[in-house]
């Protein structure tokens, strides 16, 4: 073969090969968008060190990333987690679409270093580096990315809102005055961020939307249907960023797996059962303080969620009905408790219709919903109460007590109402008794009796929540020897009315 048709057959097999290559580039860049291991949109108002590092190092920033992140490993098998901190900085400079290095970095300041101190103002700082990290930097760079979603909404589930650190009230009061920024002093007001009139409420806008990243429009639809929500309290927050991961999970429904969404629709439902059962904010404007409540409005909302999951997760469906189930029996057992009985009589029906054979008190083999009426189940919950070690239920069943008495106080039978107190008493006695000299004391600890009676006597006399009648409150008032009823201009501050008094005080 001479060296010319040598030449000529390497040229048309190079012509081959080019058109082949081309042909399957498409196929290529298609199934690599699809599986997430490419970007193809310019990457935007990205700082100059990585700018400079995805246009320099070209393809060499993943070897440099993958030898980061192994090293990184290590420190944190080792506990190292400031050097750990330093080196994931650098691998989100170098790969800032590797998703899994926001998430662990972001656990890591959140969990891991921020119980390495003592303070917990310190600790409050490390958590909201974690959250910042995830919201300002994760999301901008990856804002569909659904596991950067979940892993936030986990931050404010149960970093901060559940009770397992010891300065998670630290973290709670802390938010609580971030969203003063937003909110004010007062209770939270949706609709002045929709349409802002004046210029207070359009920098409260700018703080939301540039500072806390939160649309005003989604948060309010998220409120209509899952609400109304306390969004001054974590669980809000992370229904909105899990809702917001379902929705980005709608853009891309090919590079999202089904048990990322899974997780986000747990995110939700979690998160509105904490709502139901602590959802509720109550300001002390005198002792400069606040505590939680149930959030008894959105039980309907609630259970429907709940149902839904059954439909959505068939082979978990036994688990969500379990936990539905309780979900149902602790609103009854509020709703009794807060002297709400036509909702409670209600609830009790549908918690009998819908689960008839299952029984309702744990010390009660033969308490099926046939059997047992609903003041007893209310008093038999009453009895599991006093060996609860649930912070939240026990004050729930206090604030319930307290409730009823002085509503028997109003009607003339002050003996019922001494002996419904004297029960608020036992269960406050009991629950500190059980956690006294444990690690968790100052943790799950109860305010004292006395104050929980302040903010029971404060709600019912609100003028503005209105949840006695005028009537109803002027004989409370009477019947406590307080003056009579006089609006104050910053009464809505702290949802407690001038001159609040306890029986027998």
Known sequence: MNDRLRKIILLALAVMLLIGSALMQRGLNHDRDALGLTRVTPLENAPPLLAFTTVALGGFRGLIANALWIRATELQEEDKFFEMAQLADWITKLEPHFVQVWIVQAWNMSYNISVKFKDFDDRWRWVQRGISLLRDEGLKYNPNEVLIYRELAWQFQHKMGANLDDANMVYKQAWIYEMASV???????????????????????????????????????????????????????????????????????????????????????????????????????????????????IVQKVSDVYEQAMLDEPGM??????????????????????????????????????????????????????????????????????SETSRDRVKAAMEGQLARSYRQLVLGDKNRAAGLRHLAQMLHEAYTKKIAGGANEKRIGLPAVEDVEQQVLSRLLDTKEQFWPPMMRAALRSALGMPLEIATPNSSDTNAPPGVAVPGK
């Open 183 to 297: 909110f004010g002093k007062g209770e939270p007001k949706l609709d002045d961020l929709l349409i802002p009139k004046t210029e207070e409420q359009m920098q409260r806008l700018s703080i939301l939307t540039n500072k806390f990243k939160m649309d005003p429009a989604f948060m309010k639809e998220i409120d209509s249907k899952h609400g109304p929500l306390e969004w001054r309290l974590p669980e809000a927050h992370a229904i909105y960023w899990a809702s917001l991961g379902l929705k980005a999970a709608e853009k891309n429904p090919t590079k999202v797996k089904p048990d990322d969404l899974i997780t986000l629709r747990r995110v939700v439902y979690q998160s509105m059962q904490l709502s139901l059962q602590r959802g509720r904010l109550i300001a002390d404007g005198y002792a400069k303080r606040f505590d939680f409540g149930p959030n008894l409005e």
């Open 317 to 386: 469906s036994n688990n969500i009905a379990t936990a539905h189930r309780n979900l149902v029996g602790n609103a009854v057992y509020f709703l009794y408790e807060h002297d709400r009985i036509p909702e409670a009589l209600k609830w009790y029906k549908y918690l009998g219709e819908k689960y008839p054979d299952k029984t309702l008190l744990s010390n009660a083999p033969d308490s099926f919903p046939k059997n047992t009426s609903l003041e007893e189940f209310a008093v038999g919950r009453i009895i599991e109460d006093v």
